[in-house]
């Protein structure tokens, strides 16, 4: 099974900064890298797809990149929207595999 | 616009066996290139693949815990479903339903979820 690590667990930032959140993969999954973001009580929500594709309707201040096994998630100026949790989810193969989340909060 | 729901028990005695459904409404469940998966997470923590069924009934399952998992679809209700038996405390948490779409690339997400169902497992 591949195992999905994120780094940090858990980050403070303001509004308007500009975060990065990183995962690696225990081995190669080439681009087969999805990130999504969940809010308390709420389903996640897919924000890229394919290590870099934005999903229709998430703003463009979310980007991704990466490929084998590190990838990036950054968010380029934080809106008081962004403070959720954030995983990664490998398709390389199954079983399907996420990160262990990390949550942005505010500082 | 497509949505899915879960539906089942909340509360549940250790042994037994959880079942539960996803309908799937505003389209056809058969219809398309889609995989309909249950993936679930403990209070807390993070999310866990489950298994899912392609639109021809091939399934592929997590391999912790596939000796207790069944995953069947029924096309004329629209519908997929989740059998989990010997269930443990270990097995309470907040259940989705979700679809995962490709548009024909190789490239497979999830892109639709239900809103979760919470399973409790107590005596």
């Known amino acids: 099974d591949i195992q999905m690590t994120q780094s940090p667990s858990s980050l403070s930032a303001s509004v308007g900064d500009r975060v990065t959140i990183t995962c690696r993969a225990s081995?190669?999954?080439?681009?087969?890298l999805n990130w999504y973001q969940q809010k308390p009580g709420k389903a996640p929500k897919l924000l890229i797809y394919?290590?870099?594709s934005l999903q229709s309707g998430v703003p463009s201040r979310f980007s991704g990149s990466g490929s084998g096994t590190d990838f990036t998630l950054t968010i380029s100026s934080l809106q008081p929207e962004d403070f959720a949790t954030y995983y990664c989810?490998?398709?390389?193969?199954?079983?399907?595999?996420f990160g262990q989340g990390t949550k942005l909060e505010i500082k | 616009q497509v949505q899915l729901q879960e539906s089942g028990p909340g509360l549940m005695k250790p042994s037994q066996t959880l079942s539960l459904t996803c309908t799937v409404s505003?389209?056809?469940?058969?219809?398309?290139?889609?995989?309909w998966s249950w993936i679930r997470q403990p209070a807390g923590k993070g999310l866990e693949w489950i298994g899912r069924?392609?639109?021809?009934?091939?399934?592929n399952y997590n391999p912790s815990l596939k000796s207790r998992v069944t995953i069947s679809v029924d096309t004329s209700k629209n519908q997929f479903s989740l059998k989990l038996s010997s269930v443990t405390a270990a097995d309470t948490a907040v259940y989705y339903c979700?679809?995962?779409?490709?548009?024909?690339?190789?490239?497979?997400?999830?892109?639709?979820w239900g809103r979760g169902t919470l399973v409790t497992v107590s005596s």
């Open positions: 081995q190669s999954i080439i681009s087969y």
């Open positions: 979700a679809r995962s779409f490709s548009g024909w690339s190789p490239y497979w997400y999830f892109d639709l």
């Open positions: 505003g389209g056809s469940i058969s219809r398309g290139n889609y995989y």
């Open positions: 394919a290590a870099s």
């Open positions: 069924i392609y639109t021809t009934g091939s399934t």
């Open positions: 989810q490998q398709s390389y193969n199954t079983p399907r595999s």
